[in-house]
Antibody
Framework: QLQLQESGPGQVKPSETLSLTCTVS??????????WGWIRQPPGKGLEWIGS???????YYNPSLKSRVTMSIDTSKRQFSLNLYSVTAADTAVYYC??????????WGQGTLVTVSS | QSALTQPRSVSGSPGQSVTISCTGT?????????VSWYQQHPGKAPKLMIY???KRPSGVPDRFSGSKSGNTASLTISGLQAEDEADYYC???????????FGTGTKVTVV
């Protein structure tokens, strides 16, 4: 059974870069129909898609975050990563890594809380 | 990409039915038959309950059903049970590559 696990710092200072990695187990990241992505949820609020990456390295970002986001994938390690630049308190959220198709999200990691605070 | 509109909360007694609406536009819900619904218990990751408007993944009880009319999708929970108390989010494909738009979320309370 496919499992996803987020890892990274639980706290980031304002104006710095939030970096997270997702490790995939129980399957590969090279499936032709699979898109690997990040979704976040501020405390007490709803879900927001951040972006997705395909195994070929094609990336797709939420237009509202596009200027501050990069994603990458390492198929040999079965990992993909998120960098969110110039963070503010508004970026405090639980960050989920996910597997999906082009039209829906299929599997979720357990989520990791990242707090932006000095 | 604007969030889809859901009621903040709905409630029902055990055994009753509740319906959650999700309103979008012709660019998302109205334009594609790719609406999905997710259940989220406190402190947990969301779980897929409905996809492609009406389909249920394996293991999801048939008490959960989905539908769509125009720019509005709906999730109905029949025979409400205590374990159904959770937050529910709709999601629609919005064109292009992996463009997911989520709803504002609805808290279902079993009274």
């Amino acid at each position: 059974q496919l499992q996803l696990q987020e890892s990274g710092p639980g706290q980031v200072k304002p104006s710095e870069t939030l970096s997270l990695t997702c490790t995939v187990s129980g399957g590969s990241v090279t499936g032709k129909n699979d898109y690997w992505g990040w979704i976040r949820q501020p405390p007490g609020k709803g879900l927001e898609w951040i972006g997705s990456i395909y195994y070929s390295d094609n990336t797709y970002y939420n237009p509202s975050l596009k200027s501050r986001v990069t994603m990458s994938i390492d198929t040999s390690k079965r990992q993909f990563s998120l960098n969110l630049y110039s963070v503010t308190a508004a970026d405090t959220a639980v960050y989920y890594c996910v597997r999906g198709t082009i039209v829906l999200v299929l599997d979720w990691g357990q989520g990791t809380l990242v707090t932006v605070s000095s | 990409q604007s969030a889809l509109t859901q009621p903040r909360s709905v409630s029902g007694s055990p055994g009753q039915s509740v319906t959650i609406s999700c309103t979008g536009t012709s660019s998302d819900i109205g334009g594609y038959n790719y609406v999905s619904w997710y259940q989220q218990h406190p402190g947990k990751a969301p779980k897929l309950m409905i996809y492609d408007v009406t389909k249920r993944p394996s293991g999801v009880p048939d008490r959960f059903s989905g539908s769509k009319s125009g720019n509005t999708a709906s999730l109905t929970i029949s025979g409400l049970q205590a374990e159904d108390e959770a937050d529910y989010y709709c999601c629609s494909y919005a064109g292009g590559f992996t463009s997911y738009v989520f709803g504002t979320g609805t808290k279902v309370t079993v009274v």
